[in-house]
């Protein structure tokens, strides 16, 4: 994973006005674990990125940044 998928998760999560904790109860983690994603500090699991994918309507390749949106 890169930069791109820590920028990528904050662009699409300001898009649809979540904050850090609400978007961490909706996949079930912390607050401080989508932090740490948005820091770059932490990769998510496999799990996490499906979680992801689907609750922003969009691939894990464009989650990553391997495709654009």
Known sequence: MSI??????KTLRRERKLSQGSLASAIGVTQQC?????????????T???RLADLFGVSIDVLCGREEW
Do not use: D, H, I, K
């Open 34 to 46: 989508v932090s740490e994603w948005e820091r770059g500090n932490m990769e998510p699991t496999l």
């Open 4 to 9: 791109q998928f820590a920028e990528n998760l």
């Open 48 to 50: 996490y990125l499906w």
